[in-house]
Each structure stands twice: as C-alpha cells, then as structure tokens.
C-alpha cells in the first residue's frame, strides 16, 4: 500500500500547513489538491481518496508488476505566498510516498520506504515562462556551476526520504 501526498517543502510552513489547507479548502470548495490520474497510471489497485485529505491518495499494488502512478496537482504554487508587488516565486511543494507491507490482523501496517521530490506548480503560461528564466540564469553559469544542477528527466525522480 502506498500513500502520495503533497506538503510543503518550506519549514515555516509546514507548521501552519493544516490552517493553509483549510484556507485553500474553504476558497475552493468541492476541489482536491491532489487525484490520481487513473487512465495513465498502470498496476494500481483499490485506489482511494480521503474526503477529508485534500492532499493525499492512496493505493495497492503488487511489488512483482510493473507499476506506475500518474498524479495531479491541482493546486498552484502561488496560491500560498504572500502577495506582493510584481511577480510571485510560489512556495515550493513536495509530493511525498510512503509504502507500507500488508500488517497481520493485530499488526499495524509495517513501514517499507519513503521518497519524495520538490516541485512547484503554475500555471500554463507561467509554468513556460518560469522555465525559460531558470533555464537562462544556468545557462550564464560557469560550467562548474552547471554541472551541479540536476540534468532533465523524462519522468519524476524521487529521492529516499530518511
């Protein structure tokens, strides 16, 4: 069983993360933060959403298949900074995966593994723009410099939470 969820990178705020989900719930009722996009993900079982978890999802799968989950955020990393003049940086998000063995009857469920990733979400046109700027600032950087930059994947790396 594994459980996605989307917190915030940010320590500071992290320790007011339920009031700004709250606040995020009450500007934007009916929505979630975070869904599972079923038609692209392959090998998940049972998958569930907690009415109450804005930003988590669950799901089972079979460790000996090929699994893969597809998830949406549908939040905007802006929607939690403080507004100020001019452009927003947006607070940075981490989708966060923590994977439990099945427990015995009386057993809770056995904690295996978890790993995250850091993102930040915008929109569209922002998003493009975002990422041209960042791509331009590297690309003034000495070569020194640019080499401790990650290089682009085609899909997400997570990295072992410890």
């Not at 500007?27 to 869904?35: A, N």
Request: aromatic share 8%; with cysteine; glycine share 6%.
């Amino acid at each position: 069983q594994s459980l996605v969820r989307v917190v915030f990178h940010d320590r500071r705020l992290q320790y007011s993360e339920q009031q700004q989900l709250e606040g995020w719930r009450w500007s934007r009722p009916g929505d979630r933060i975070l869904d599972i996009d079923i038609p692209l993900s392959m090998g998940i079982l049972e998958p569930q959403i907690h009415p109450t978890l804005l930003n988590t999802v669950e799901f089972l799968w079979d460790p000996s298949r090929r699994t893969s989950v597809f998830v949406q955020v549908h939040c905007i990393s802006t929607e939690f900074t403080l507004r100020k003049n001019g452009g927003e940086k947006g607070v940075p998000f981490r989708i966060q995966i923590d994977t439990f063995g099945a427990g015995g009857k009386a057993d809770p469920p056995e904690h295996l593994h978890s790993a995250s990733c850091l993102v930040k979400v915008f929109k569209p046109k922002g998003a493009d723009r975002k990422q041209r700027t960042e791509r331009e600032k590297v690309e003034k950087q000495p070569a020194a410099e640019r080499e401790k930059f990650q290089p682009p994947y085609e899909s997400t790396v997570l990295a072992e939470v410890g």
